[in-house]
């Protein structure tokens, strides 16, 4: 049974390390949460939480719709994506939120300076509409049988 769908299932990536785990995971959940509700129990539509280590050994994943959680010195995603995705929100250079949803591939990363920064970017993403944005480009209408 098909588990997770690389063009609806989006995948949450925080940092693998004792910190991020207690700062970032907790974040990760709140973004799921949003995205699971706004998936209406449609199968794929939702997201799933994983650690950095695993996603960078992983790369099938990578074709996922991909948000990173955490700053580039504790998400190693994060660290990828830092000089790769355009900076679409920034305040008083503390709260970050990088994205790139125009190409095949659907990539965010929400960080800031530190724990409450990084819980700001999140809190951005979900309520500015970048979250609602994402999510029409993906989870547009498809046609065809499923199984």
């Known amino acids: 049974m098909k588990l997770v769908d690389t063009d609806e299932t989006i995948v949450l990536v925080t940092g693998a390390s004792l910190t ?6 907790p974040l990760a ?4 949460s949003e995205i699971d509700q706004r998936g209406s129990g449609h199968a794929y539509r939702r997201a799933v939480v994983v650690a ?14 991909t948000i990173a959680i955490g700053g580039p010195g504790a998400n190693g995603v994060s660290q990828e994506f830092a000089d790769a995705l355009p900076t679409v929100y920034a305040r008083d250079e503390r709260v970050f939120v990088q994205a790139e949803f125009e190409g095949e591939l659907k990539r965010a990363s929400l960080w800031g300076v530190d724990a ?23 989870w547009r209408f498809r046609t065809g049988v499923f199984v």
Not at 29 to 32: F, T
Not at 126 to 137: A, F, P, T, V
């Open 116 to 138: 409450a920064c990084t819980s700001a970017a999140v809190e951005v993403f979900i309520k500015e509409g970048l979250l609602d944005d994402l999510l029409s480009r993906i």
């Open 52 to 65: 950095d280590l695993w996603y960078l050994e992983n790369h099938i994943f990578h074709l996922n719709p």
């Open 20 to 25: 991020a785990e207690e700062r970032d995971r």
């Open 29 to 32: 959940y709140r973004l799921k």
